[in-house]
């Protein structure tokens, strides 16, 4: 079988030190699904470069990546170092809009072994997919200032919401709903006080719910929708958000399924023109950045979904057993309650592997 | 005593059945504490008005309204009616901005008697304030569409900070933080993907910090911070957003506290030149529309909140221990797991008062 090519970048902080116990999880996936898969990493995306150099990558980083079949990425930002949205704006967010990596998946689940914040709630109550878009929308470096300095300072910030960049993240999520068994698709929206943008969100949903005669839907004004993760994320099965409100939701349907430290996304290019991109959700921590305390699940887990994407679903499958197998058993992180390193755990899962 | 003028809008749906219980707690109050109260009922600022007048307020509105001491609001919105963004922007909104209530201050509190759906919290573990920018930021009817009805279709909605709109609410909040014991501020932001308004947020919360050097604040991403109120709500005390953070901010802070079926809010004017408009956080709720079981108590705990702006403390005082009284003993609406319906439950309260 084809070689699988793989840019590897570790980014800032925990970043560099989940990261190997990513690619453990990965290789031992594919020595045992015998998969070939080659490795690459670069040493930029990071704010110690952005230090030396001015700038987060080399200015053909579009060049030397765009060959890859994907890129396993750990972490970025250090906003002491670097302000956060130029960390982001220069790494992380380039790849998700040059890359075209439209859709940003993310499941969200109540794992065996994590206690979970919510009152009585069991394995199986909390299993659903944020489907973000990713490349437009709230996420935008248009807009100005205007009498700067001044008493009158005013700002304005534009949101791009394009026909095209809804329509696709819309039919994602539909056809991801249509393949699930309750077949229920949530569209987060704000149409009551965002008064262009979202309403025309909510026309192009109705629309593209018609050609889905199956899915049921409905939708949530983001306020009384983040109260409904707390208050019974059983109803949940495909939400669809907008690029800002996807982010939310999915920081807090990990809170809600117990901790954000283990879970996974995928930024997908579903045309398969670019690489697609699979990152943990957590950031880079600088505050136990160096500790080896990092937990290395959120990275391993965001390893089985690129094999998924590369069409290993039998190896994502092994390595999310091998995960549970780990959440129930341990070793555990100290955000877990335990006392292992980042890399006993690491072993642990490849091990299970 | 000086007599306040109240105008009195039920609006839409429970609107329309917690108001009397509202009106008669703070009657009760009013009786023990001997203020002079004169309520003017207002039967516009509901979607039936609009059906019938093609708009939600007679022209004359604000002329109407502006001399009273405040407005006692019930809910606005029943979307099979009429568009969410009509009736919104045709009311509630309006009054924000033309009043210039520039303050949604919401308080949010695990409540005795009200079951948690976190984990392990006892009262006093959840209490905290969200100050809430009220009049511009993404709230805005700003933007367009070209290329409308084509494949090339795109939509523009611009978010407007000001110097004055930014600058007043934060200092509202760090004194409000610098009257508490805790003396805490959190700082709700987006600076990473929101690159031009958010890092001016940031920027102003930071030089309105150096005039406050009582008060320790620190600031979180939207993202994180929704999974911090479900993962560790302890922490909080005052926490400040822009007017679309602070909406989602003050529904998942009363989720995480039980129940948004309870949860007050005060739109302030604390200059004064306007009336400031007391309304409960939860929504019109058409399903439960006409059954006779909301919970009046959001209504209740707001009325509240509008005597001790209009500075009888020891009336709000005694409104809120009244509230505690039959959130304990009950009688409890369906919501709260009881059988009572809305006027048993209002009447409790007033009498408890
Ligand atoms: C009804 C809606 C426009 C309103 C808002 O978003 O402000 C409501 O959610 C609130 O929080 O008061
Ligand atoms: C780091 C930040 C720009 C990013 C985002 O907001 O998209 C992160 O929160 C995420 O969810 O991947």
């Not at 470069?49 to 765009?66: E, I, S, T």
């Not at 890859?68 to 982001?88: C, E, M, N, Q, T």
């Not at 943990?280 to 887990?301: E, L, Q, R, T, Y």
Request: charged share 25%; proline share 6%.
């Amino acid at each position: 079988s084809k070689t699988h090519r793989i840019a590897v970048i570790a980014g800032d902080g925990i970043g560099q030190e989940v990261m190997p116990e990513g690619l453990r999880a990965v290789e031992a996936a594919a020595a045992k699904f015998g998969m070939a898969l080659e490795f690459t990493h670069f040493d930029w995306a990071h704010c110690d470069y952005y230090l030396q150099h001015g700038k987060m990558m080399p200015d053909d980083w579009f060049a030397q990546l765009k060959g890859f079949d994907a890129i396993f990425f750990g972490a970025v930002g250090w906003p002491d170092k670097v302000p956060d949205h130029i960390s982001l704006w220069g790494s992380l967010l380039k790849f998700r809009r040059d890359f075209d990596q439209y859709v940003n998946l993310r499941p969200v689940r109540l794992m065996p072994g994590v206690p979970c914040p919510l009152a009585n709630k069991k394995v199986g109550d909390i299993d659903f997919y944020v489907v973000r878009e990713n490349t437009e929308g709230e996420y935008s470096a248009v807009g100005g200032k205007m009498y700067e300095g001044t008493e009158r300072e005013t700002v304005l910030q534009e949101s791009i919401f394009t026909r095209k960049g809804v329509d696709r993240i819309l039919k994602y999520a539909f056809e991801l709903a249509q393949k699930r068994p309750k077949k229920h698709l949530t569209s987060a929206t704000k149409s009551n006080g965002i008064a262009i943008s979202m309403p025309y969100w909510d026309e192009r949903v109705k629309e593209m719910g018609k050609a889905y005669p199956e899915v049921k839907w409905d939708q949530y004004h983001i306020d009384i929708l983040t109260a409904r993760f707390v208050l019974s994320p059983e109803r949940f099965d495909v939400v669809v958000a907008s690029n800002l409100f996807g982010d939310i939701l999915s920081d807090l349907g990990p809170a809600c399924a117990g901790t954000i430290g283990i879970a996974p996304s995928a930024n997908l290019n579903p045309d398969r023109t670019f690489p697609s991109l699979f990152e943990p959700v957590h950031g880079s921590a600088p505050d136990i950045h160096g500790k080896g305390i990092a937990n290395p699940i959120a990275m391993i887990w965001s390893g089985a979904m690129m094999l998924d994407f590369l069409g290993h679903t039998a190896a994502h499958d092994a390595m999310v057993k091998a995960i549970e197998k780990v959440l129930v058993e341990g070793p555990r992180t100290p955000d877990m309650g335990g006392g292992a390193n980042t890399s006993e755990v690491g072993k642990a899962v490849a091990e299970a592997i």
